[in-house]
């Protein structure tokens, strides 16, 4: 299981953070994961936040509340990883809004967390059990690709299939 801190003041987040929500669909299951790129200017009170993430293609994004409405739902199931500004002030004001905790020697500098995230933009092959956002954010912090939820979904799965298996492994060589 992975360590995080639930984020109360947007002025505690960092540019190269991990950070996590509830998505939409399944809520209180899956969380959606993203990459802290930097705050932006913005009216007092706001939370906007310039983020990179994974999210299904919608040519009507913008500024808009953190979320992740898809989650493989539907739509065009085409999926890319984009920069884009959220307002995070609803997570943070319900307390929802985690950020995890690595050891300085087991993660990337925040510059290299951010060139590692930019270096991915464009189309993404995801995959909810094999190549999910939680993959994605955790490849930038540190270098390896593990989804704890996904491990956790495939425990679920297999336990009510018998003779299936999944396999984390992935075709993909990131680095």
């Known amino acids: 299981m992975s360590k995080y ?3 109360r003041n947007a002025d505690d987040l960092k540019a190269g953070d991990h950070v996590s ?12 994961h993203s990459i802290i790129e930097a705050p932006t200017a913005g009216r007092v009170g706001e939370n906007n936040f310039r983020i990179i993430h994974v999210t299904e293609y919608d ?8 979320s ?10 085409l999926y890319f990883v984009h ?12 307390g929802k809004l ?10 990337n500098e925040p510059a290299e967390v951010i060139a590692n995230a930019r270096s991915r933009t464009g189309r993404y092959d995801f995959r909810i059990l094999d190549n999910n956002c939680e993959h994605f ?9 593990k989804s704890y939820q996904a491990e956790k979904a495939k425990k679920v799965l297999s ?13 993909y060589n990131w680095k």
Not at 21 to 32: C, D, Y
Not at 59 to 66: F, G, K, L, N, S
Not at 83 to 94: H, N, P, Q, R, S
Not at 98 to 107: D, G
Request: with cysteine; charged share 20%; glycine share 10%.
């Open 83 to 94: 920069e884009e500004v959220v307002d995070i002030a609803d997570v943070i004001g319900k």
């Open 5 to 7: 801190s639930i984020i």
């Open 21 to 32: 929500w509830p998505t939409e669909v399944l809520s209180g299951l899956l969380q959606h």
């Open 59 to 66: 040519p009507y994004r913008d500024v808009r509340q953190a």
């Open 137 to 145: 954010a955790r490849w930038c912090k540190t270098g390896n690709r």
């Open 98 to 107: 985690r950020r995890y905790k690595y050891s300085p020697s087991e993660c």
């Open 159 to 171: 336990s009510g299939m018998s003779g299936s298996s999944f396999s984390s492994s992935s075709t």
């Open 68 to 77: 992740c409405p898809s989650s493989g739902s539907g739509g065009s199931n």
